[in-house]
């Protein structure tokens, strides 16, 4: 093989891992019952949390998943990763639907997928030291063969995500805010995971440590390899992370596709009104009402005929009353639900 028959076969090679898909996501619903009676209880309804969502999330990249509290957006992380359990749909991880896999099926399953969560403080323990936080999933997943080895490995990944190796024997009371979410990051990688759901990862710390941690995280992928799945409601971070961003409204995807696709030229009227709330960092900069969304969001209990965004949309067409609409395909890399492409 000559020099640029093989500088073309790896060239291929790169770009087919570039687009492996890690996870794909395939009609995902979570409905939670609502029961009533005090002796005997019945069911009288559900929740219909997240309703027939699609996407996938290639190696090393990013997916965003955007919209209102409410909307389904951590529902659907923790579906994915099988905190809880879905009511129908595929979940392809690495080839396998792990979406009715029982414990035992998915336990090779859980050293690949991991979670953080929006709050560091209460998901670490405690009573725990950040040593023996760590060196749990490495001694039950036996990738060492005794403590002292795991603190071998704890001490390096602790200086790989900004901390000190002598952190190994502090509190998490003891640290900061940002600390403790380099914490979580750095239990989260620690076993090697093709894909994270980062659940508001950013949300409650203060910007200038919200860039450090997502440099962080950029950091980490590269070097790793990892795919991410980055729920949030700051479309500014999103924007800046993603390489393709879902919009979710009352548990249902309404517009998906490329992130600049979708922040330089938004088609749902949903997603408009998002953006038009965004704030800018310009106080000379006055803001066009057009696309402000009013009106509150409807019960997730019981959701709107036809089009669930109808009621506060200014676009609304008489079939919005009736129909859903589906999700429309305007361009190669990007999808909208709404009638007005339909």
């Known amino acids: 093989m000559g020099v640029k028959q093989k500088i073309v076969k790896e060239t291929m090679e790169a770009k087919k891992a570039e687009e492996t898909v890690v996870l794909r996501v395939k009609e995902l619903k979570k409905y939670f019952s609502i029961k009533s009676g005090f002796l005997i209880q019945k069911t009288v309804g559900y929740v219909k949390a997240v ?28 579906s994915i990763i099988r905190l809880i359990k879905p009511t129908a749909g595929i979940i392809e991880f690495l080839g396998a639907d792990i979406a009715n896999m029982d414990d035992k099926e998915l336990k ?3 050293t690949k997928i991991q979670i953080v969560f929006q709050d560091p403080m209460s998901s670490l323990n405690p009573r725990l030291s950040i ?47 940002g600390q403790r979410q380099r914490i979580a990051l750095a239990r989260a990688i620690i076993l090697n995971p093709d894909l994270i759901v980062l659940d508001e990862p950013t949300s409650s710390l203060d910007v200038s440590v919200q860039a450090q ?42 517009e998906y596709g490329r992130s600049d696709e979708i922040f330089t030229n938004p088609m749902h009227p949903y997603t408009k009104g998002l953006l038009a709330a965004a704030p ?24 709107p005929k036809g089009c669930f965004f109808h009621p506060r949309c200014k676009y609304k067409k008489a079939i919005c009353d009736s129909e859903y609409p589906p999700l429309v395909k305007v361009s190669d890399t990007h999808w909208v639900s709404c009638h007005l492409y339909v």
């Open 280 to 303: 800018i960092p310009d106080p000379k900069v006055k803001r066009s009402r057009e696309d402000m969304i009013t009106g509150k969001v409807p019960s997730p209990i019981n959701r």
């Open 213 to 254: 941690i997502i440099n962080l995280l950029l950091y980490l992928q590269k070097e790793m390899g990892m795919g991410y799945i980055f729920i949030s409601h700051d479309l500014s971070v999103v924007r800046f992370i993603s390489d393709e961003v879902g919009v979710m409204y009352l548990g249902r995807i309404v």
């Open 108 to 110: 090779p399953y859980r």
């Open 131 to 177: 040593g023996e936080a760590l060196s749990e999933p490495l001694l039950y997943h036996k990738r060492v063969n005794s403590k002292a080895e795991a603190n071998v490995v704890i001490k390096d990944l602790l200086v790989k995500v900004g901390l000190k190796s002598y952190h190994i024997d502090r509190y998490p009371h003891q640290f900061s805010g």
């Open 51 to 78: 309703d027939g969502v699609s996407f996938e999330v290639k190696k090393g990249k990013t997916f965003g998943l955007v919209g209102e509290s409410g909307c389904g957006k951590t529902t659907t992380g923790r």
